[in-house]
């Protein structure tokens, strides 16, 4: 089901009762809905909530509905704490954008089918970990990261490279209101710095034979 049209506005809590709908978008309206209202829709596998009036507890709505290959969500109140989106391994096409969104990135480390990952203007922070993601094909994460975020995202990001991405062309940015990366933009092997590691996965200048980035955009130091 699909509600895409400024004439639409009010409660649309009835879309609780379509539970075996597996795609729902509903985008550019004035339709309210309390996300709450999702939480038995486990049939879904695509969500679009997009410049709507949405809120509620995302993650809490969010988390059962383990058949999703598709959340997208932005310009809306639905608040997340995106550590409860890692019930949704099947998932490969995550966007969060302009919304109260918080938590740790590395906290979906467990998204291994993850595909592309978008996620801008939210309080979603970066800590010291791992990335399961070896199908990814794009990477966009814009939201304020300090320097030791960016490194922390970078090294973890220069461990998921070393064993191997599945796509011959992977992109990453983490460029715009994000800090700059530490170190200088140069070959050394091995790379030590985030900058030296961000040269190595799109130049392999340590003959790994391991696919590289086609782009990779960072703010400059």
């Not at 979906?108 to 978008?118: K, R």
């Not at 062309?169 to 140069?186: D, E, L, V």
């Not at 003959?207 to 955009?217: E, K, L, V, Y």
């Amino acid at each position: 089901i699909s509600i895409i049209s400024k004439l639409i506005a009010g409660d649309i809590s009835f879309v609780a009762a379509l539970t075996n709908a597996t795609h729902l978008q509903i985008e550019s309206c004035d339709a309210e809905l309390d996300v709450a209202a999702l939480q038995n829709n486990t049939a879904l596998e695509r969500l679009f909530l997009n410049n709507t009036l949405a809120y509620g507890d995302g993650g809490a709505a969010f988390a059962p509905l383990v058949n999703l290959l598709t959340l997208q969500y932005h310009t809306t109140d639905v608040a997340t704490d995106i550590s409860e989106l890692a019930t949704l391994t099947k998932l490969t096409n995550l966007r969060i954008n302009d919304t109260p969104a918080t938590g740790d990135i590395v906290s979906l480390y467990v998204l291994s089918d993850l595909t592309a990952i978008i996620v801008s203007r939210t309080d979603i922070g970066c800590s010291s970990g791992v990335m399961n993601w070896p199908a990814i094909r794009s990477i966009s994460l814009d939201n304020s990261w300090t320097q030791p975020e960016v490194d922390a995202f970078v090294n973890a990001l220069y461990i998921l490279w070393v064993s191997g991405l599945t796509y011959a062309t992977p992109t990453c940015y983490i460029g715009g209101s994000n800090a700059a990366p530490s170190g200088t933009y140069q070959a050394a092997n091995p790379p030590t710095t985030p900058l030296e590691k961000i040269y190595t996965m799109v130049n392999d200048n340590t003959s790994t034979g391991n696919n590289t980035f086609s782009s990779f955009t960072y703010t400059t130091p």
